[in-house]
């Protein structure tokens, strides 16, 4: 098994590699992660929202993608895709903080 390089330039690399080969791999969430912290959001919403058509039950990358979606002021869209993320994964706590978050941002106390 091939070791994660530390460093992030070369871990991106790496995961685009990855998706290169295989469209439908879960790489598209690191990938996604690094690419956020990099600061690249348009591009990380992207990969989330394609990543998601192939792999729909990664409750991660679906509160990912509603925190991307969240910080761009669509609370509506994010609070539906984080409710699919807790429907999926009940105990995520990530998820269920920031959908309540949403809900308050659209006036649901």
């Known amino acids: 098994m ?3 390089p530390k460093d992030p330039e070369k871990r991106i ?3 685009e590699k990855i998706l290169g080969e295989d469209p439908n791999s879960p790489a598209f969430f690191p990938l996604a992660a690094l690419l956020l912290e990099r600061g690249e959001e ?3 919403a992207s ?3 394609s990543g998601l058509a192939a792999q729909p039950v990664y ?3 679906r509160v990912l993608r509603g925190r991307v ?3 761009q002021g669509k609370a509506e869209e994010a609070s539906q895709e984080l ?3 807790v429907r999926q994964s009940p105990w995520n706590l990530a998820g269920q903080r920031l959908l309540a978050d949403c809900r308050r ?3 649901d106390e």
């Open 69 to 71: 979606l969240f910080s």
């Open 47 to 49: 990969l989330l929202k």
């Open 83 to 85: 409710e699919a993320a």
């Open 105 to 107: 941002s659209l006036g």
């Open 42 to 44: 348009e591009r990380a």
């Open 59 to 61: 409750a991660a990358a």
């Open 13 to 15: 690399e790496a995961l």
């Open 2 to 4: 091939a070791r994660r």
